[in-house]
């Protein structure tokens, strides 16, 4: 059972929750495109994108941001202020590409500045980012350099490389976990014991793919990280649905529902969470003609982060 309460009769917070096994998800937070974009997700202590503040996105410890936009980072450094003024001493891990740091890094002193009432002639962004790790999305793009989100238990999370209109990234969150190395499998509890007291290690570790967000891309993005189709819940933004939409969504590098459409086939996905949606539809009234006539089995899967 999937339960959605959209944003325009939710105080422009929009919030998700279903199963997937016997694991429950929740997701909250709003998107629209060039308005602000930001998906929270308590159970790993994360919030992907900052374009929005809540005392809920605040709180978490692991920041994931796509790309450099404002609709999707505009309120990054407020949720790093906020931080610093609530004397929260918690560790926070903020990802994002290489080229967004150090401008975040000047925005987030000149607004604590402000914020301490100073008239300081010269700002120094590094005395700012207390208890804040700062790292790129580039030092994280295969399973050998993943990284472990705080504080959240045995979640790790890989970037990928997406394809937008700048340099943008999309994100897939892995549970870590040991398992027994397949040449011990047949063994029995009492054989496992013995063999672990004599030959060490006999396990591996295991990454179970959970989770996927794709931050701004075009279809490509998803066509050259083909893993993308085939992760449990896939968190994937779609701009636009008419006819007219086309033109606008191929030029701002987005996806268009008719594009997901033509790939259905690839869509292994047990949950898709839509996002992005143009200004022009406020309302799922407003998507419902262009998706009706799309296959019943397909749009079970899809929830419309309205």
Known sequence: MTTVKYSYDNNNTTSVKFMIGKQEWYFEGFSRAGLKTSIICPMINTIFDAGELSPLAAAQDNMLISHGHMDHLGSLHFAHSSRKL???????????????IMPFKHISAAFSEMNCGRNSGIIRPMEHMVNTTILASEKITSYDNMMELINTGSYCVKSILMEHKVKSFGYIVYMKSNRLKPEYIQLSGKEIKQLKETVGCIT????????????????????????????????????????????????GGHI??????????????????????????????????????????????????M
């Open 86 to 100: 609530n004397n929260n001493m918690k560790q926070r891990i903020v990802v994002m590409p290489d080229q967004c």
């Open 204 to 251: 591996y570790t295991h990454y179970t793919p959970l989770l996927a967000y794709t931050g701004d891309t075009s279809i490509n993005g998803l066509h050259q990280n083909p893993e993308l189709f085939t992760i449990p819940i896939l968190i994937m933004e779609c701009t636009g649905f008419s006819k007219e939409d086309h033109v606008t969504t191929k030029k």
């Open 256 to 305: 268009h529902w008719d594009e997901l459409i033509e790939n259905i086939a690839l869509f292994k996905n047990q949950k898709i969470i839509l996002f992005h949606f143009s200004q022009q539809y406020k309302k799922m009234e407003d998507i419902m003609p262009f998706i009706e006539s799309a296959p019943v089995d397909f749009l079970e899967k899809i929830i419309f982060f």
